[in-house]
Structure formats: C-alpha cells, structure tokens
C-alpha cells in the first residue's frame, strides 16, 4: 500500500505523476501533495495516473477535491494515462462526463 | 505512618541494598517501584526530595557540594513534572472523549436502524458490513401510503464523524420526503441540493435509489454515481447490470438524475450493492464480475436474505476474512 507522487511545475502547468495504490491510507498524502496546486488563479494541473494500480472511492474523493477546487479559481485539471478499472469508476460516478479524462492509450495507431 | 513516609522507608531499603551490595534484586525492585510511584502520581521533583531525604540518612557524611547539585536537578525536574501532570490531565480528557463517541457511535445506529419492509408478493433482504468501526456505507428502506416501498443505498466517502452526520442528513431527509414526491430522481436531485450546500467540498456520495411499486409490480430507479445493481431474470436465469448513468451527489447543484424503469416478473430479483463488493480484493487480484454473479446464482434459489448472508459468507471466505472495504448487499426478489 503505497503511493509515489512525482510533481512537475513547468510553463504553467504542473504535471504530477503518480505510481501505486490510492486507498484510505495513501490518499491523504496525494491531496496533501496536490492541493496547495490547485489553489492558484488559473491554475492547470495534469495528473498522470498510467502508474496507478488501485484505487478506491477515497481517492475518487481526492479527485473530485481537486476538481472543485480549481474550479473555484477558473483552473484546469486533466487526467491521463488511465487503467479501464480506473475508468470505470470514473465512469460509473458520472465524473467522466465532467472531467476531462483520457485513457490509457492502446498498443498501435 | 503517612503515605510520604511509606514510599520513603521503601526507597530508602532499595537505596540501602543497592548501596551495600549492588544486586540485580535491587534494580528490580526500583523498577517496580518506580512503576508505583508513578500509579500513585508522584512527581518527578518529589522523588528527587525522596532521594535527597534517604541519601542524607544513609550517608550523611556526602560533600555538600552533591547534596546542593540536586537542589539544582530538582528544580530542573519541575517542569517535567508539570508536563507529566498535563499529560495525565490530556489522558483523562482523552477517556472522556473516547467514551463519547461511543456513546455518539451506538446513538448512531439506533438512529439510523432501518426495518426492512414486509410487502406480500416481494421479498427483501439486506445485509451491511463495516470494514472498521464506523461504516460509510449506508442503506434506508422507507414505505409509503400506496403500498410501495422506497429503497436507497448510499457510500459516503470520507469517514468519521462528518460522514455519521450526513448519513443522518439522507435519512431524515429521505423520511421527510413528500407523499407525492418520493420517485428516486427527485429523491437523488432533492438530496444532491442539500449535500452540496451542507458538505465539506472534499466528502462526496454516491447513491442509488429505488422505488418498487407492487401495485404494476416496476422497479423504478436512478443512480448518483452508485455501482450499478443487478437485474436477475428469473425465466432465462440472466443476469444484467442495473446501468443508470448520473453524477455523485455533492458535486454540482444543478444535476439532474435520469430514472429508469423495469417491469419485475415473478421469480425475478433486483440486486443492490456497494463497491465493497464488486471491489472485492483477494489474494489473486480483484474479483470478476462473472465470479460475484456464480455466487449469487448458486443461491438465487433461497430467501432474500439467505442469499444476501451467503453471498456475503462467500466473499468473506475470498478475503481471508479481513474486510478491505464496507460490504452491502440488498435483495429484492417477486415471489407470486
């Protein structure tokens, strides 16, 4: 059970690359890491989760934290890299059809 | 003999023998001592008073200048011992609190308890496992004038005491629904209302809710984000997912939640759940959805609640017995 949490701050744009299980116990630490991101005005924050094994509906939480909070101050938040399980999820909670999401991407053109 | 004068004489022996001949023995006793000292408050500058009063006896030829050094240490030790009392105080206060959220805990769920209703013609079954102490998963069965019979099962993400009142929040609200207005859409976007202006941004839940009318015998339902259920067809022995689309409740106000419908025949069984069980995690990865629906067929024939509670046995047995996550399971099956 543990997360690494890479954070990337270039050309306004903070890109965090996260590898490892989000559960009750890592998710605390990701918003921790992410959220002093999202806080600034037009803020864009990427998050690459093509490294996240697992992750349940208390790192969903973290997600639609972030989400609300750069909403709030007119940022952006883009998810890439995820697994079907994770986009299924993402799916089933409606969030897909409000956040901008993009999946893993399959083998070939 | 005073209670100062007693500790005093036990030291002062433990001193004497340690002083005379250094045994193991004497170190135990002060550890057993101290272990005392320590149940009957003594501070740390009082032992050191303690100490100072038995050496003196016991070896009053010392150089002064030991005996002033642990004026000096003495003083030193207030403050521990201002620390050490504060402590105890935090400890008390601690217990307190401890007690009251038990207390909260256990109010909780009486509050909370819902009856699962007896309609003829329908039988309803519910079972719900906290992975820890406090479960965030949440179900309510309410029964209306007409006969029909409101389900809701609800996970509220985030845990503790902000997700104990909300669960308090979707019951009364759910209990004080209009007569006219209890179909699971307007149940979904009236309770989205309240969680969005009341919650903190960070707590969210998903819901599904349903309502079965036994008057046409239609299950009518939406979701807010909820693990779809299962719809078992009782003719073909089928199974298909529940599907409902619609956003978790707390994330924009203005959502609305579509419903749906499904004409039950008899022998056919609506089947509700939370992602504690088609999260299910075992040694081997996650559990197959094909490997969930094997369950549940092997018992479809039995009792709503049989099913429910063997289910459940069998996806305990899967985990090792160690729950990851909270696990409900609700079963609605026609039966003539």
Known sequence: MNISIDVQERDHQTTITLAGEIDAYTAP????????????????????????????????????????????????????????????????????????????????? | MSFRDTMLDEYKEILKTYINDQTEQALYMS??????????????????????????????????????????????????????REHQSLRTIQRELIN???VAANMQQTLLGTQIPHISSVDI????????????????????????????????IGKGIPAALCMSMIKYSMDSMPENSHTPGDVLERLN???????????????????YNPGNHTFYYSSAGHEPGFYYNGETGAFEELKAKGLLLGVDKK???????????????????SDGV??????????????LVGY????????????????????????????????????IKRTA
């Open chain 1, 29 to 109: 630490k990701l918003r921790e890491a992410a959220f002093p991101y999202t806080e600034k005005q037009h803020a864009n924050v990427v998050i690459d989760l093509s490294g996240v094994t697992y992750m349940d509906s208390t790192g969903l939480g973290v997600f639609v934290g972030l989400f609300k909070s750069l909403n709030a101050n007119e940022g952006t938040l883009e998810l890439n890299g995820l697994s079907d399980r994770l986009k299924r999820l993402f799916d089933i909670t409606g969030l897909a059809d409000i956040m901008n999401i993009n999946p893993k991407a399959e083998g070939g053109i």
């Open chain 2, 31 to 84: 550890q057993k001592f101290s272990r005392k000292s320590i149940e009957y408050k003594i501070s740390p500058e009082e032992m050191i008073s303690l100490h100072k009063t038995s050496i003196m006896e016991l070896a009053p030829d010392l150089p002064e200048s030991l005996l002033l050094s642990l004026d000096i240490l003495l003083e030193v030790m207030m403050s521990y011992g201002l620390a050490y």
């Open chain 2, 100 to 102: 009251e959220i038990e």
């Open chain 2, 125 to 156: 079954g519910a079972i719900s496992v906290p992975a820890k102490q406090m479960s965030g998963d949440y179900y309510h069965f309410v029964s209306h004038e007409n006969g029909a019979v409101s389900v809701a099962i609800a996970d509220i």
């Open chain 2, 193 to 211: 209302r309240v969680v969005e202006q009341n919650v903190d941004p960070t707590m969210f839940i998903t819901m599904f809710s349903g309502l």
């Open chain 2, 255 to 273: 959502a609305k939640y579509r419903e749906y419908e499904r004409k039950v025949e008899v022998g056919d069984a609506i089947l509700l759940m």
């Open chain 2, 278 to 291: 088609t999260e299910c995690r075992t040694k081997d990865g996650f559990i197959e959805i094909d490997t």
């Open chain 2, 296 to 331: 549940i067929e092997k018992y479809i024939h039995l009792g709503a609640q049989d099913i429910a509670d063997k289910v459940y046995k069998e996806l305990e047995f899967l985990q090792d017995f160690q729950l990851r996550d909270d696990f409900t399971l609700i079963i």
